[in-house]
């Protein structure tokens, strides 16, 4: 198996449509930072998942204070031989970037995943699937021409926000490395520790 612990609380996916499972921005920020985390080692070891979405990653909310994430579904994923590896249709339409979609050729880079993880994040950040209510066509046209993207809410704080939208850059170049935006995460969690900490710190 590719996931070595149990995932007691299955995907992400339907941990964030559970109402009665809140999770606090520190929580949020963990999960996405371990994603950042699995997705920089696949990276490194030149594989791309290419189906990079909240469904394939799993959790384990057991401990509240620190949940875990792991990135699974490999079915799609390839070793990239060289800098670029064979695309093609590959993947779940709204979490797919645009060069896997206007056919301008048929090598991509790994950056295809990070373009995913930018939609994963708005996914964690809202709860809500991607163009829930839009027709194939145009979300295809709409990622090509680069016009669309996930209406990002007015509650997302401004780090958040401007992570999401590099990650789902139009050129892949201007993408960040897993490793950038894991350190961003990490970043940004350690920002907002639980109160309780330090409290007991105080005495």
Known sequence: ATVAEFMVDGSLRHVLL???????????????MDAAFGMEYLHSKNVVHFDLKCDNLLVNLKDPSRPICKVADFGLSKIKRNTLVSGGVRGTL????PELLNGSSSKVSEKVDVFSFGIVLWEILTGEEPYAN?????????IVNNTLRPPIPSFCDPEWRRLMEQCWAPNPAARPSFTEIAGRLRA?????QPKVQGQKASH
């Open 18 to 32: 559970r109402k009665d499972r809140h999770l606090d921005r520190r929580k949020r920020l963990i999960i996405a």
């Open 94 to 97: 709204p979490w797919m970037a």
């Open 134 to 142: 839009m027709h194939y066509g145009a979300i295809i046209g709409g």
């Open 188 to 192: 940004m969690a350690a920002a907002c």
